[in-house]
Nanobody, 116 residues
Framework: QVQLVESGGGLVQPGGSLSLSCTAS????????MAWFRQAPGKQREYVAR??????????YYAAFVKGRFSISKDPGHDMIYLQMNSLQPDDTAVYYC???????WGQGTQVTVSS
């Protein structure tokens, strides 16, 4: 059984930063790729970032719209995945979800609202 729990969302002004966390437990969370997705009101869920580890080497992949503003990281010792988001804009407003890559395991989501 896999459980994913996100936290760290909130309200931030345009240009601000937020750091999201995902606590993961269960089979595969230390070896599978992990990812962040988001879903804005009235839109489909979209991919944001993904992290893969091969031993002690990490590979990070991002959606084009991230444009160097977000950074995904992983703390395997604590089964945590993070998403550091900088230079946030109103278009980044969405519910952000943690995902065990290529599975149907999702967290409950955390709301990020970017507004002045």
């Amino acid at each position: 059984q896999v459980q994913l729990v996100e936290s760290g969302g909130g309200l931030v002004q345009p240009g601000g930063s937020l750091s999201l966390s995902c606590t993961a437990s269960g089979s595969g969370v230390r070896t599978n790729d992990m990812a962040w997705f988001r879903q804005a009101p009235g839109k489909q869920r979209e991919y944001v970032a993904r992290i893969r580890n091969e031993g002690n080497t990490y590979y990070r992949y991002y959606a084009a719209f991230v444009k160097g503003r977000f950074s995904i990281s992983k703390d395997p010792g604590h089964d945590m995945i993070y998403l550091q988001m900088n230079s946030l804009q109103p278009d980044d407003t969405a519910v952000y979800y943690c995902n065990l890559w290529d599975t149907e395991y999702w967290g409950q989501g955390t709301q990020v609202t970017v507004s002045s």
